[in-house]
């Protein structure tokens, strides 16, 4: 909301021509005081708006990031209209069943968005002692992140993938099949798309429309062929509605965020342009805060009824699971997902990397009254087995699979069964948690009994069976 | 708030904020930026201006908004209330700004540190006239249950006592005893006093550090122990458990008081040890674990420049506990963060960067940072202790990074994590490879008094074991292990066994996840036992399935989650059990 008390005379001042155009960056030189992050608006010759903000202010100059991109403004006829004020959006309930751009602005050919709602869209910190401890359990339908790396209501839990994975059609699937166990409560989908292709939004697009889910979905597109500039603003934009929608009309939210990856190099482009010394890779040393400031803004808060879960999706550059991007996200998110493009290659659907992927709410999340009694010990067990079966498999490539033992051969055909049956499952097929608990018991059967460390004798007894 | 104006804005980047027209101002100054009086801390100054870093975000500012001083440096509150609070980096309440801004941080709130209202029973112990000098005690607060806050002289003031409240309740700011210093003056004395946050608090003298910190973590306290007092990193790419490290070791080591500074990392982790430590009881007192902890939370979203000084304020409460004569023990999570937040400052200030963009007194910070660890006798001869116990989080799991390797130059012990331990669900995942503890000779004697005198050789019998099995884990790489002899095999059964039963502990579970010395040293000494025994076994001819058939063998493998802590008779029998078995299988092949 502008503030009348501030500098009355001075914000809407508005100067023509600028000093400098270096990509999405403009210079204004001999201004008044600007304030810090301020929106700006850019008028070019033919009158059309930009929108922008301030990114660093002195006595003497004014740099200003223009959102929409420079192409075709001039020195002398561009002019720079400064509003005093943070970018706000205008949020509302009604947003959701849309298709906005990056800054909010609605692109379906519908009316324009109003409503009495105008939010920062930098957000602020949560008071970490305002923060609800995420627990509760949502089905994803998806046994291997139901049975071992399990989503909670609140977390944000990226998916690590690669070009050419199935990324997609995995977020996707869990944004249709997504609930809470003895609720009806429905998930509200914020979606930002940023720098992706045509054909990755209209999937999204297509899959929301053919579950019906559609009305249910607010969609932010920031397309591979707009602004890179964009990029940056477009997530802010769909996490500012999607707080107002968790904490001011206490929904649940499910926001997905692709591609991150095409977001960090927006980042890199703009620090390179004003010349800002890198760390890794050419990204800025405050990466790791910009993600965070993000990531950070989904959850739960005490005496709130809603809640924010995030999906980011990320490709790794050339699989590198240590590239900066999905290193430092790693670092902030609660858990990840993690593809493999070899089980991909073998035609396992979703192809989840069963070791390198971890869900660090899941702790508080499973077992009794939530999930299964059962469930903690036997996740564990499924882990350690699995990680003993890379290691038969790498001694099975050097010496042959006749020359394992007995109890080595039980471990591959575990391996075997635990892809196949266990990970493996059609995009379209929504297993109940029961169900994923018992067929995880099923793949665990071609192991002997001594082999299971990790569960305790009455879990045998009940589930194992004879 | 001083109001004296030191200049005015010249330019915003960020946190860092250039100030033009300085009149007089100090290194360090605690100021305040803008009409919305945004805490800021003075880090540089040059003729007539200065560079000022803000504590909180900067959106809004504008050139000519005015800087305000302080007159004092950045400084913490020290004094009773701070136990079971839970502050941001640059000690605000952050239970307090709740109740004042709901679920966001607004900007320029100011609570004071420590309650003002609030009154404590204060018990003098010192009367009217008598010489004091700085660190010397006036008298007791009885702040929780179990921990008495000893309400000390300012370490730079001495003089005469001119007067002394009689026994009663005093907030913090009320006069408690008047000082007449040698300089003539007077000085009024409360239950609060304040300290820059960048300066270590003097104490007269370091002590030999040779009681560990007990953990109760098996690994640590049997391998790698850490002194009272003493240093430890404790670094791990993403996911191999450096958070759930911290807080087993802040949920059950034996520190007085535990500061916890929540460095940069998740909002969650913070909520979640506010949901968990108020129902935690401490082992050793019987009372809830929030009742001896402090927590910092700088979480990542929150900004950067408070990330910096987050660091500085938990360890400067620390040393005051330390004063008193407490053991106090910092998490810091993660010391990267801040080191991270250093790199952006000095970016943004265009200093020359050294590795990786950071500044090149990156090293001389951590040197700093970790020296303010030590046992230390204080300034009223009390012993007391503050042990680091730092967070690293390398960049791809790379421990060659610069934030790592400066590190381990300033440490004593290192606790390194291991991505395919924590992949296999190997918690906790430090590597019995990578980790040493330099304390390990000092405390030698420490444990052989308390855990009996078999622990050293046990614990060197079982880390030779464990560094063979890394070649013999080569060997059956290549040929598999049925090519071994059972000698050699025997090895890796014993080495699987330690790992199970000994190194893995769960920290949900209620027996397994604290053990005592005494407990530990008893386990070790059974594996140990069974690997001597079983290796001659095999000499004599017994078989190596004959071993791992031994019905004794499940005990061992269970005697973690079987055994209490409190009635260590389970593993007498365990080991009685074992002997004999291993006296039948010897007299069957004798």
Not at chain 2, 334 to 359: C, D
Request: net charge negative.
């Amino acid at each position: 909301m502008p503030d009348p008390q501030k500098n009355p005379l001075l914000s809407g001042r508005e100067y023509i021509g600028v000093d400098k155009i270096d990509g999405p960056l403009i210079f204004v030189r001999q201004t008044h005081p600007v304030g810090y992050r301020d929106l700006i608006e850019c008028v070019d010759g033919q009158g059309r708006v930009r929108l922008g903000i301030v990114l660093e202010s002195s006595t003497n100059a004014v740099v200003v990031q223009v959102f929409e991109g420079t192409s075709g403004l001039t020195l002398p006829g561009t002019r720079i209209r400064f509003s005093g004020e943070p970018l706000t959006i205008s949020v509302s309930k009604e947003m959701l069943g849309r298709v906005f751009n990056g800054l909010g602005q609605p692109i379906d050919g519908g009316p324009p968005q109003r409503s009495d709602v105008e939010l920062d869209v930098n957000g602020m910190a949560i008071n970490p002692t305002a923060r609800q401890y995420p627990r509760d359990f949502i089905q994803t339908g998806i046994s291997v992140i139901d049975g071992m790396n399990t989503l909670i209501r609140g977390q944000k839990l990226p998916i690590f993938s690669g070009n050419g994975l199935p990324h997609n059609e995995l977020a996707a699937q869990i944004a249709r099949q997504a609930k809470i166990r003895g609720t009806n409560t429905e998930f509200a989908v914020v979606f930002a798309a940023m720098g992706v292709k045509h054909d990755v939004a209209q999937f999204f697009v297509h899959s929301f429309e053919e579950s019906g889910v559609l009305d249910n979905v607010a969609l932010f597109l920031s397309l591979a062929d707009d602004p890179s500039i964009e990029r940056l603003i477009t997530p802010r934009t769909a996490l500012t509605l999607a707080e107002h929608l968790a904490f001011n009309e206490d929904m649940h939210v499910l926001v997905i965020m692709t591609d991150m990856t095409n977001y960090c190099e927006s980042l890199r482009e703009i620090s390179t342009i004003r010349g800002e010394i890198p760390s890794r890779k050419g990204y800025p040393g405050y990466l790791y805060s910009d993600l965070a400031e993000l990531y950070e803004r989904s959850g739960m808060i005490k005496g709130h009824e809603g809640s924010i879960t995030l999906l980011p999706i990320l490709t790794m550059p050339n699989d590198d699971i240590s590239h900066p991007v999905p290193d430092l996200s790693g670092y902030i998110t609660e858990g990840q997902i993690v593809f493999e493009r070899e089980m991909d290659g073998r035609g396992i659907y979703p192809p989840v990397a069963g070791l390198p992927s971890l869900s660090r709410l899941m702790k508080d999340g499973i077992g009794e009254g939530m999930t299964r009694e059962d469930h903690p010990h036997l996740a564990s067990q499924l882990f350690a087995a699995y990680s003993y079966v890379k290691d038969v498999r790498n001694l099975a490539s050097v010496i042959g699979e006749e020359e394992l033992t007995p109890l080595d051969h039980n471990y591959l055909e575990f391996g075997m069964q635990f892809e196949q049956n266990f990970v493996s499952q059609r995009m379209d097929e929504d297993r109940s948690v029961e169900q994923t608990l018992d067929l995880g018991w099923e793949v665990l059967r071609t192991l002997p009994v001594e082999e299971l460390h990790r569960i305790t004798d009455e879990e045998i007894e009940k589930y194992y069976g004879s | 708030m001083s109001d004296r104006i030191i200049g005015q804005v010249k330019r915003v980047n960020g946190p860092v904020i250039e100030v033009m027209g300085i009149t007089d101002a100090e290194m360090f100054e605690l100021v305040r930026v803008g009409k919305e009086n945004l805490i800021g801390e003075l880090i540089k100054l040059q003729k007539d201006s200065a560079v000022v870093q803000v504590y909180e975000d900067t959106t809004g500012i504008a050139p000519y908004d005015p800087v305000y001083g302080a007159g004092m440096q950045l400084s913490v509150e020290l004094g009773p209330g701070m136990i079971g609070t839970i502050y941001d980096g640059i000690q605000r309440p952050l239970e307090a700004i709740r109740e004042l801004s709901a679920i966001y941080i607004e900007r320029g709130i100011a609570v004071p540190s420590l309650e003002r209202e609030k009154r404590w029973h204060f018990v003098p112990s010192v009367s009217d006239g008598q010489q004091v000098s700085g660190g010397m005690v006036l008298g007791t607060v009885q702040e929780t249950e179990n921990l008495v806050h000893k309400i000390l002289v300012p370490p730079s003031d001495s003089g005469v006592l001119k007067s002394v409240v009689a026994e009663g309740d005093y907030t913090v700011e009320e006069t408690i005893a008047v000082l007449l210093l040698e300089d003539g003056t007077e000085k009024p004395l409360h239950l609060m006093q304040r300290w820059p946050i960048r300066v270590q608090r003097p104490t007269r003298k370091r002590l030999p550090l040779d009681i560990p910190l007990v953990t109760g973590q098996r690994v640590i306290d049997a391998l790698f122990p850490v002194a009272k007092g003493g240093t430890v990193a404790i670094p791990g790419g993403f996911g191999t458990g450096k958070t759930m490290t911290q807080q087993a070791v802040a949920k059950w080591c034996d520190a007085d008081l535990i500061v916890y500074i929540g460095c940069g990392e998740r909002g969650n982790e913070i909520s979640d040890v506010l949901t968990e430590f108020p129902e935690l009881i401490d082992p050793r007192t019987g009372r809830s674990l929030m009742e001896r902890t402090i927590l910092i939370a700088n979480t990542s979203n929150m900004p950067v420049s408070a990330r910096e000084a987050s660091i500085y304020t938990g360890i400067t409460m620390a040393e005051y506990f330390r004063d008193q004569g407490y053991h106090v023990a910092i998490m810091a999570d993660s010391t990267s963060r801040w080191a991270e937040a250093l790199r952006e400052l000095s970016g943004r200030m265009e200093e020359m960067p050294a590795e990786e963009g950071f500044p090149a007194y990156l090293p001389t910070k951590i040197a700093e940072f970790y020296e303010r660890a030590g046992s230390m006798e204080s300034l009223s001869g009390a012993h007391g202790s503050v042990s680091i116990i730092g967070a690293v989080s390398p960049p791809g799991g790379d421990f060659s990074e610069p934030v790592t390797q400066h590190t381990k130059r300033f440490i004593r012990c290192f606790w390194a994590l291991d991505r395919n331990l924590a992949n296999a669900r190997h918690y906790p995942a430090i590597s019995w490879l990578d980790s040493y503890s330099e304390y390990l000779n000092d405390l030698v004697p420490w444990w052989e008094q308390q855990a009996g005198p078999e622990w050293f050789a046990d614990r060197t019998e079982i880390m030779e074991l464990l560094h063979k099995e890394v070649r013999l884990q080569q060997v059956v790489k290549l040929v598999g292990p049925d090519a071994l002899p059972d000698t050699q095999r025997f090895i890796l059964e014993v080495c699987t066994l330690f790992k199970n039963a000994f190194l893995q502990q769960n920290a949900y579970d209620k027996i397994d996840a604290y053990s005592t010395v005494q407990k530990q040293a008893k386990m070790l000494h059974i594996i140990v036992t069974y690997w001597q025994r079983g290796s001659e076994a095999i000499k004599g001819g017994a078989t190596l399935v004959k071993l791992r058939k031994m019905k004794v063998y499940q005990d061992i493998v269970k005697m973690k989650f079987s055994v209490a802590n409190d009635d260590l008779s389970g593993l007498d029998k365990i080991e009685a059990r074992l002997e004999r078995a291993m006296d039948q299988l010897e007299a069957l092949h004798a």
